[in-house]
């Protein structure tokens, strides 16, 4: 592989470095490019073909289908690993030993609680507030109630941080639903694990004892997992652009959750389900959703089918869709929108228009359909998107913050009005 790569301009010729990474990825390092060339840029919307940094926590082969977090492969994850373990993982580069993962859970139960002035704060919301808003909301309000977690420079101080949004965002994530749901707030248990813990706070009904399901700790505990990093998805690109800035982590993660939000990134799950219960309520004709999906002038689009990078299939999906039979054998539940998603797939991948533009089933294809049958509204389901994804973004929040990596701050193609002198309004 060259050591440099060259840019020819006007009869002049620029070398570039030439970067090649662990899995071989190769690219060209331009950032003295404007220096270089007095004023040449690169023009990317989307950022497609484009790095935004160097980082080594995970990878993902979207020819292959192939992600790992830290160098394990998500197959032996989901299936051997518990999500704390995950998380100790991405945020800390190794999988944790019993005294490590020990120490880790005890800190976090220390700081599970939530001051109880912030619940002033989720009773401001109507109950028809999306639950995305209302957690990007009271993360966000985290700050004031913690001033100490936001200028965070040293190990430690980064450490506890951390800690703090490791111990109190499932709190969060459970008074979202209960507030929806008109139940008072509960903290759960902490004698039970990490996950049980969560569903315990989420589920469990006054005046009734709560048992965890084994079955449904399980479903959600591969669920978190799978969804726990991604590399440079749109979310994770927000929290690491907003903390570059020394926002501090709860205002990168409060907006990380916004950018998970939108239909096209993690609010695809919800969107799956209304999209298959409306082919359902529509006699089930998949057929006239798969033209609609490729008609050009239709907006309509297969939710869940398509990936930025994978032109495979999504290894989530493929975990997601099994585990799916499995959960909901397991807990005795039909879904008839099951059986609708699985007819779509199957024509999706004998029809021209998807395979030509490698489109294939996403994570967010078939986990609405699990979240479903552990009970978890349609409207929670990019909340607990967002509950999965947190150990990733504090990751790469933590990443971008040891490496001292600048302030993120693209340049653009200016494409408006050249100078022009200021009419007065009456001779517009
Ligand atoms: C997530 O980046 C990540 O890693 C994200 C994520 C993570 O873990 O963080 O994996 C999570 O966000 C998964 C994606 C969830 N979104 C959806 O399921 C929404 C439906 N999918 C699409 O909107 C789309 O596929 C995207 C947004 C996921 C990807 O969009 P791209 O890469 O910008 O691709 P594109 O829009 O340029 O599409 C290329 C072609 C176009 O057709 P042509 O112009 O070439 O004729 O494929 C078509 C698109 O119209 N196309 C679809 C389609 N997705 C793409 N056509 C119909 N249905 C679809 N779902």
Redesign the pocket.
């Known amino acids: 592989m060259s050591k440099t790569a060259t840019i020819e301009l006007d009869g002049k010729k620029y070398d570039f470095p030439v970067v090649v990474g662990t899995e071989n990825e190769v690219a060209i390092e331009i950032k003295s490019l404007r220096g270089d060339t007095g004023g040449l840029i690169t023009l990317d919307p989307?950022y497609?073909n484009t790095g935004s940094c160097k980082s080594a926590i995970t990878f993902?082969n979207g020819e292959e289908g192939i992600l790992r977090y830290r160098g394990y492969s998500i197959e032996e994850l989901a299936e051997k690993a518990s999500f704390l373990e995950v998380a100790y993982l991405l945020i800390f580069g190794e999988l944790p030993t019993q005294d490590q993962l020990d120490k880790l859970y005890k800190d976090i139960k220390k700081e599970s609680h939530v001051d109880e002035e912030m619940k002033k704060i989720l009773d401001g919301f109507p109950k028809s507030a999306h639950p995305m808003g209302v957690l990007s909301s009271l993360t966000s309000a985290l700050i004031a109630f913690n001033p100490s977690a936001v200028n965070v420079d040293s190990d430690e101080e980064m450490y506890n941080a951390i800690i703090k949004l490791l111990a109190k965002f499932p709190v969060l994530v459970a008074w979202t639903l209960r507030k929806k749901n008109g139940q008072p707030l509960d903290y759960g248990d902490s004698s039970l694990g990490y996950v049980d813990n969560i569903l315990k706070m989420m589920f469990k009904k006054p005046h009734e004892n709560y048992e965890v399901d084994p079955v449904v700790s399980s479903a959600l505990n591969k669920l978190l997992i799978l969804?726990a990093?991604?590399?440079?998805?749109?979310?994770?690109s927000t929290v690491r652009i907003v903390g570059s800035s020394h926002a501090g982590l709860f205002a990168s993660i409060s907006a990380g959750i916004s950018a998970?939000w939108?239909?096209?990134?993690?609010?695809?799950?919800q969107?799956?389900i209304e999209m298959l219960e409306g082919i359902k309520q529509d006699g089930g004709d998949t057929k006239k959703y798969m033209g609609k999906?490729?008609d050009?002038e239709d907006p309509?689009?297969?939710?869940?089918?398509?990936?930025?990078?994978?032109k495979n299939f999504?290894p989530?999906a493929k975990i997601i869709k099994k585990s799916a039979d499995d959960v909901l054998n397991q807990l005795g539940v039909e879904d008839p929108v099951l059986d609708i998603a699985k007819g779509l797939e199957k024509e999706a991948l004998e029809d021209s228009?998807?395979v030509d533009?490698k489109?294939y089933p996403?994570?967010?294809?078939y986990s609405g359909i699990i979240y479903r049958a552990l009970g978890i509204p349609t409207e929670m389901f990019t909340v607990m998107?967002a509950l999965g994804?947190l150990p990733g973004w504090i990751a790469q929040w933590r990443e971008m913050r040891l490496e001292k990596e600048p302030i993120g701050r693209p340049r653009q193609v200016y494409t408006g009005e050249n100078l022009r002198d200021f009419k007065d309004i009456s001779k517009r």
Do not use: I
């Open positions: 989307g497609k993902l969804h990093d991604h590399e440079q998805n749109c979310s994770t998970l939108g239909p096209l990134h993690g609010g695809a799950n969107a799956v999906a490729k050009k309509f689009r297969l939710m869940g089918f398509g990936h930025r990078v994978y999504d989530r228009y998807f533009r489109l996403n994570v967010d294809f998107f994804r």
